[in-house]
């Protein structure tokens, strides 16, 4: 909400009532926005700095830059797209003395290293590497895709807020606002380049789009008059002008309700979330806790945010130190992710927790647990969610009795995520863990050829789910 109010109140500062209008109705026609909603992404934290940055700078008083300064250097602490933001009090350079200029600018800094200067230290004493760069290395070795964004829907409306910003570099360019807000566009397209290059998540455009949606609004109101003045000049001109308004006026409703109205359902939540969110809140008491796998964690904890504390419980793991110890792995990328009996004791044990969460398809939902924990005194009780789309599990927890079904659990996997360690594991440290794998018919005879070892099999609580392990010298496989 402050990042939709804040971003119409600076076109009005541009553009007055028209800009306004224009730049709200532009932000409720953009899925980008409505998408990032109901979730605790920081994309739209990060994107609520950039407007109050420029309000802050509209203004050549050194306190006011001092908290720009800071605004940006939480941006920066948010998300390492924002980095580039440093640079737009260069927009408030033209026209203005250059020694001011410089005292301003060196408030801006200080404000930004307040804010933002821990995490280089931290990260450099931690990694002994300069941020970004951890990062960026991150983010290449993940190694899996997400579809580029495509359609002409999408590209209609990028070549909409491309020419706004053109327009209004044009219409603005001796007001320092406006450069302000064409430079802030300009500084975020090389992080959108990187997103859409590296196959990233659309909600990385978020900044973009906002600040690209109020150049779009102010060229829109400044088209509107300009076309507004020409119609008074002929005859019937207050004729022409009230009908041309009501055009508008109609063109604009029709552009931001049916916007909504065929995007409304593709957004989140699914209706799997949305039914076993409804469920756990119905459930709960107090004190509660609720415990969930990376999808969806941050729509419950929205959803819960005032009954219950929502916990998460995968973690990043070096499969070459063995899979002992863990009753889960999974890939995402190049990435390998676990839980071990440790952690799942610790987190579902604590007296509090009342439910695990458990949404799928993910790389980072240890789905394949669910049919070994279902039905056991730890988890007497589970419901099934489904759409179109994925399934949510919810697990009702009794703490007290974690601990004994967990001794009792090996490690588990998907049959691809056990294809994409034997080659660093090797067949016989895969085997040594005992893995449980979840797969169909074909895929399980597939991993039996592929380990090339002498193998023996168990079936699990499911008919996709084996456990392999290795066949001792002369030795027959339990019956």
């Not at 605790?40 to 001092?66: K, S, T, Y």
């Not at 991150?138 to 829907?153: K, L, M, Q, Y």
């Not at 450069?179 to 455009?205: C, I, K, M």
């Not at 995402?332 to 579902?348: A, E, K, N, V, Y």
Request: charged share 15%; proline share 7%; net charge positive.
């Amino acid at each position: 909400v402050s990042t939709l109010v804040l971003a119409v109140y600076l076109a009005w500062r541009l553009a007055g009532a028209i800009g306004a209008v224009a730049t709200a109705v532009l932000l409720l026609a953009t899925p980008l926005v409505w998408d990032l909603v109901p979730t605790l992404r920081v994309d739209l934290p990060q994107a609520v700095c950039i407007p109050i940055a420029l309000l802050l700078l509209a203004r050549p008083d050194w306190r006011r830059w001092l908290l720009a300064g800071l605004v940006i250097g939480i941006a920066i602490s948010l998300k390492e797209s924002a980095l580039a933001l440093v640079l737009v009090p260069l927009a408030w350079l033209p026209g203005t003395p250059w020694r001011r200029w410089l005292r301003l600018a060196g408030w801006f800094a200080v404000g930004v290293v307040l804010t933002a200067a821990w995490w280089w230290i931290w990260v450099w004493f931690a990694k002994h590497r300069i941020w970004p760069a951890p990062t960026l290395d991150t983010i290449s070795n993940r190694g899996f895709d997400i579809p580029a964004p495509s359609g002409a829907r999408l590209w209609t409306w990028v070549a909409i807020l491309a020419l706004g910003v053109l327009l209004c570099a044009l219409r603005f360019r001796r007001n320092a606002l406006g450069r302000g807000v064409v430079l802030t566009a300009v500084l975020l397209l090389p992080s959108a380049w990187y997103t859409l290059t590296n196959d990233q998540e659309t909600r990385n455009y978020v900044g973009l789009a906002v600040i690209g949606c109020v150049a779009t609004g102010v060229a829109v109101a400044s088209v509107i008059r300009a076309a507004m003045r020409s119609l008074a000049r002929r005859p019937r001109g207050r004729l022409l002008r009230n009908a041309f308004a009501v055009s508008v006026a109609l063109i604009a409703i029709a552009l931001a309700l049916g916007s909504q109205i065929t995007y409304r359902g593709k957004t989140m939540p699914q209706e799997a979330s949305a039914s076993a969110a409804g469920y756990v809140r119905s459930e709960l008491k107090a004190p509660a806790r609720v415990v969930s796998a990376f999808r969806d964690r941050s729509y419950f904890g929205v959803q819960l945010r005032d009954e219950a504390k929502v916990a998460r419980i995968v973690s990043r793991v070096d499969p070459a130190r063995g899979l002992d110890g863990y009753v889960w792995v999974g890939r995402r990328g190049f990435t390998t992710f676990g839980l071990t009996r440790d952690s799942l004791i610790r987190s579902l044990g604590n007296r509090a927790t009342q439910f695990l969460v458990i949404a799928q398809p993910h790389p980072l939902s240890p789905a394949e647990l669910v049919p070994a924990l279902a039905g056991t005194p730890a988890f007497p009780e589970a419901r099934r969610f489904s759409d179109a789309t994925e399934t949510t599990d919810v697990l009702r927890v009794s703490p007290s009795q974690v601990a004994s079904v967990a001794q009792g659990l090996g490690v588990h996997m998907s049959v691809t995520t056990a294809f994409e360690l034997l080659p660093e594991l090797g067949a016989d440290r895969l085997l040594s863990a005992r893995p449980t794998v979840a797969g169909d018919a074909a895929q399980l005879d597939s991993l039996r050829s592929s380990l090339g070892v002498p193998i023996c099999t168990r079936p699990g609580p499911t008919p996709t789910l084996v456990q392999f392990e290795p066949q001792g010298p002369g030795q027959p496989c339990p019956s």
